[in-house]
């Protein structure tokens, strides 16, 4: 891995209750590399539109955004495999991962997540 650094920040919007922004500053040392941010939840994902998902819980529904000229997110369901999960989870999880679309020697990545229902991204 050619990975020099990593630095990430997330910031709490006082200012726009339950706003939360999430950003990866990557680096690579010696070529264009490639980034990718997996989440995984219980409920499920669904594409919202263009730079945009919605992640649906038992609790609410949380809005993920970010910058479709920079990043593509690919959204599945999988079988875990792990038996300490399924136990509390159950045998599957959705996933949305996203990706970099091209390589890149350095990248800043943001994630925006909006609450959907009223309450706040940081569950108050």
Request: glycine share 10%.
């Amino acid at each position: 891995a050619d990975l020099e650094s990593l630095q990430r920040r997330v910031m709490l919007d006082k200012r726009a209750p339950g706003r939360v922004e999430l950003t990866d500053s990557v680096r690579f040392a010696t070529r264009p590399g490639s980034y990718e941010l997996p989440l995984y939840t219980v409920g499920a994902f669904g594409q919202a539109g263009s730079g945009s998902v919605v992640v649906q819980g038992a609790a609410g529904a949380l809005e993920v955004r970010w910058d479709p000229a920079q990043l593509e997110a690919v959204v599945e369901r999988f079988e875990h495999g792990d038996d300490a999960l399924a136990q509390r989870f159950g045998p599957a999880l959705s996933r949305c991962t996203f990706r970099l679309k091209k390589p890149a020697r350095t990248a800043e990545v943001r994630l925006t997540f909006l609450p959907r229902d009223g309450r706040s991204a940081t569950g108050a």
